[in-house]
Each structure stands twice: as structure tokens, then as C-alpha cells.
């Protein structure tokens, strides 16, 4: 069955729903965490280094694939050279992986958006009530579903209706929000402390865990590696400066991570110290509540509720992106209809689902094998086995896979060709061309290294 292919309707839509795919609780739920993690100013330093020379080079690989093809993510490897259609097939692997944890992850902002609703009883203690939550057994996976089923109904509207306009509303009040609540956050009493930890380089935080969290982190955040570029660029014109588009991207999506970090880092060393930065991914959901709560007035509780219904939203937006590439591979690939492909999937992501969600707490842990060539078979908790084998080990080989067919195999001057269509200047195609046949495929094969052949656990 062949059905029309969507088409995005403006340039502005298309970096809007792009930028909404990339902005996501990536930036918010991860983001933030692994600052902590790895040590404030050295982190913040080589993460911009790294989306500017090895993100974006992938970024721009990617769209100008699917605008050649006008493919999904497997169609075009295979219409390009049959042999790399494997690249392909990685990617939609990892999504299917990242969005069983994703939809989750969205329901626990569903939660959230519902406590605020009804009144904001933490008890004061905004720590324990999320740690009872997430670990409870039926409660998150019902909202999970709540995430999914939204997800679901969205993509079934189709791209450019969908997508678009969820974007177009979002990213700006989400923004805008972001900003008013960093100022909040860094006018604290004591916040100092958290600005000069995230804002001093030190050079003993320079270590290779921290450049390979920072390579990681910035694929997932900018959604690369997995051919959701490849999707986006294939709905694109050859009207549309795919040079300017990824350069705005890439800004945005990296601004939106730094003013999360600025609204939640600060509050954490002000609330639980700096013994709090190794909460990690619950960062959003224990800081923020208490930074709302310390609002005059009842205006904390407005302004709990409305981030929790934009962060839905940014959560909403990319995970409707990994939908859109897995069921755009599905059906056009198996000649299905849209419809008959969102419910072949549906039944294997809630099973995913619920084992990362029931993996939260740590007496009912499901496990699942892991093997490394330093620590050799182990057996992990199936949350991290997912959140493991995605970030660290498929999104990097994704990528890799991509650069090498872009500059050795489909050639960088073919990809540059493809740019340049329609009068588009390419001023830095020979940096690019450098960038994407040798630094980047060097700098992936080094992380890849140290997490699969060191065991480096990535925190
Ligand atoms: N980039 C998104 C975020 O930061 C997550 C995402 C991952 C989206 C993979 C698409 C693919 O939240």
C-alpha cells in the first residue's frame, strides 16, 4: 500500500519540529544530571565543543541523507547502497529500545503535571515522594500508557498537521519558562555555590569518562545517530538551507540544556548540597518542586504546573519523532498501512516498558545480561541494560556507521552536491568533509573502546 508522504510546510516548521525532537527530557531529565556527575565547567566546556565539531557534522550527514532519498532510515541506506542498509537497521533498534524508557519517563511528567493539579502535596519531602512513586509497581506503568496512547494518537494524524503545530506553541513558551525559572533558581540564597561549581574548570575533571558521558549525551540529545534525521530530511524540499537549519538546531537544543542545568543545579546544592549531585536523573523532579514551593504566594503551584505541561510537551514532541521514524521504516518497508504498524509495536514497547519501569526499584529488580571485554558477563538491572546498550553502545555505532557511509562510501562530494542544490553556499564543506571521514569516525570508535572493551560505566 503506498501512502503519501508527508511534507513539512515551512522552513520555520520544519526547525521548530526538528528542534522539538531534539528538546526533550534529554535536556531536562538527563542533562543536568550528568553535569553533576562529571564535574561542572569541564563537562560544559567539552560538551559545546563536542556538539559544534562531532554533533553537528552528524546532524548535517544525516538530513542531507533523507533529503537525497526521501526515505526513513532504512529505505534510504538501501537505496543508496544496499549493502549499508544495516546502518539503518541499528538506529531503528535503539529507538525502538528509547522509547519503551522515554514513554515511562513521560508518564512520570504526567504524574507530576497531575499532583499539580490536585494540589502539590509533597509533604515537604520532595526526594522520598519521587523515589515512592517511580518504584511503585502499577502506578507508573499506567501512565506510561496514558504517554504512549497520546504519542500514538498524535502520529496518527499525520506529519505535518501533528508535529508542527505541536511545535510551533511549544518550544517558545518552553523557553521562555526555562529562563524565568533558572532566574528563580540562581537568586537563592547560597546559589553561588552551584554557579561557581558548574561555571569552574578544573583539570582534574578532565578525564575520558567524562568526554565519552559528553560524547553520549550529546548524540542523545541532539538525536543523532539513529536516523530520525534521516526521516525529518526525507519530508524536507531542495529549497530548504540544510546548513542553517542543523545550525539552529544545535544552538537551540544545546541553550535549552544549559538553562535546565542553570534552573536545576543551583537549587540542588541549595536544598540537599552538593551530596545531591549524585541523584542523577531524578534531578528535575526532586529540585524543581522545591523551587516552585519556595515561590510567594500560591504562584508556585501555576508555575509547577505549567513547566511539568511544557516538559510533557517536549517529551511529547520527541518521542513523537522516534514514533514517526519507526513507523515511517515499518510501513514503508513492510508495505503496511501507518495504522497496522503503530499496533504491530505497540504490544512489544509496553513490554519494554514495563520492565524498565518495574526495574526502578531495586528489590523487584528484573535483570538482564551484560557483557564487556574488561568485566566479562554480569548481570544488570534491565532500566540500565536499556539505558546502557542505547547511549553507550547502539546510538555511537549508529553514528559511526553514518559518518563512514557518508564520507568513504556515498561520498562527501555527493553529499555536498546534494547540500548545495538550489544555490545554497556551503562555506565550510571542506572542514565538514574532514570532520565527518576522520575526526568524527575517530572520536566513536574511541568511545565505543572504552565502554564496550573497558567496561566504562557511564554516569
Ligand atoms: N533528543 C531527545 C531528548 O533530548 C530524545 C531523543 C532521543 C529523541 C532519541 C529522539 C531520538 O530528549
Given at each position: 500500500m503506498k501512502e503519501n508522504r508527508g511534507k513539512w510546510n515551512s522552513k520555520l516548521g520544519f526547525i521548530l519540529a526538528t528542534a522539538g525532537s531534539a528538546v526533550g527530557l534529554g535536556n531536562i531529565w538527563k542533562f543536568p544530571g550528568k553535569v553533576g556527575a562529571n564535574g561542572g565547567g569541564a563537562f560544559l566546556l567539552t560538551y559545546v565543543i563536542v556538539v559544534a565539531l562531532i554533533g553537528f557534522s552528524v546532524m548535517i550527514g544525516e538530513l542531507t541523507i533523507g533529503r537525497a532519498t526521501h526515505k526513513n532510515a532504512v529505505g534510504a541506506f538501501k537505496q543508496l547502497?544496499?549493502?549499508?542498509?544495516f546502518a539503518g537497521i541499528i538506529g531503528i533498534v535503539a529507538l525502538f529500545i528509547i522509547l519503551a524508557y522515554y514513554a515511562v519517563v513521560g508518564g512520570w511528567v504526567l504524574k507530576y503535571i497531575f499532583v499539580y493539579l490536585t494540589g502539590?502535596?509533597?509533604?515537604?519531602d520532595y526526594g522520598s515522594y519521587f523515589v515512592n512513586f517511580i518504584s511503585s509497581p502499577i502506578e507508573p506503568i499506567l501512565w506510561d500508557l496514558v504517554f504512549l496512547g497520546l504519542c500514538i494518537f498524535v502520529i496518527s494524524k499525520g506529519v505535518t498537521s501533528g508535529i508542527e503545530k505541536v511545535s510551533k506553541v511549544l518550544m517558545p513558551g518552553l523557553f521562555i519558562l526555562l529562563v524565568a525559572i533558572a532566574i528563580r533558581s540562581v537568586t537563592f540564597a547560597g546559589a553561588s555555590e552551584g554557579l561557581k561549581f558548574m561555571f569552574t574548570f578544573r583539570w582534574s575533571d578532565f578525564t575520558v569518562d567524562m568526554v565519552v558521558a559528553a560524547m553520549g549525551q550529546a548524540f542523545f540529545s541532539l538525536s543523532v545517530g539513529m536516523g530520525i534525521l534521516i526521516t525529518y530530511g526525507s519530508y524536507l524540499d531542495e529549497k530548504t538551507n540544510l546548513i542553517s537549519s542543523a545550525k539552529w538546531i544545535c544552538i537551540l537544543d544545546t541553550l535549552v540544556a544549559f538553562l535546565a542545568a542553570l534552573a536545576i543545579i543551583p537549587s540542588v546544592f541549595v536544598t540537599?548540597?552538593?551530596?545531591?549531585?549524585?541523584?542523577?536523573?531524578?534531578f528535575a523532579f526532586m529540585a524543581l518542586p522545591h523551587v516552585f514551593a519556595s515561590l510567594p504566594g500560591g504562584i508556585g503551584n501555576i508555575f509547577g504546573l505549567v513547566f511539568f505541561v511544557l516538559l510533557f510537551l517536549a517529551a511529547l514532541t520527541s518521542a513523537m519523532s522516534i514514533l514517526e521514524s519507526l513507523v515511517a521504516c515499518v510501513s514503508e518497508e513492510f508495505n503496511i498501512s501507518r495504522h497496522k504498524s503503530m499496533s504491530m509495536m505497540f504490544i512489544p514497547l509496553t513490554i519494554l516498558s514495563m520492565g524498565y519501569s518495574l526495574s526502578q526499584d531495586p528489590s523487584r529488580n528484573i535483570n538482564l545480561p551484560w557483557f564487556d571485554f574488561t568485566n566479562g558477563f554480569q548481570m544488570l538491572a534491565m532500566n540500565a541494560v536499556m539505558e546502557k546498550l542505547t547511549d553507550n553502545v547502539l546510538i555511537p555505532l549508529g553514528a559511526l556507521a553514518f559518518c563512514i557511509f557518508i564520507g568513504w562510501v556515498w561520498k562527501s562530494e555527493n553529499a555536498i552536491k546534494e547540500i548545495e542544490q538550489e544555490g545554497t553556499v556551503f562555506k565550510f564543506k571542506n572542514v565538514w568533509a574532514f570532520l565527518i571521514r576522520y575526526v568524527v569516525p575517530v572520536a566513536i570508535i574511541v568511545i565505543l573502546y572504552f565502554t564496550v572493551i573497558k567496561g566504562v560505566v557511564l554516569s
Open positions: 547502497n544496499k549493502k549499508w542498509t502539590a502535596n509533597f509533604n515537604g540537599v548540597g552538593k551530596d545531591g549531585l549524585g541523584m542523577g536523573g531524578g
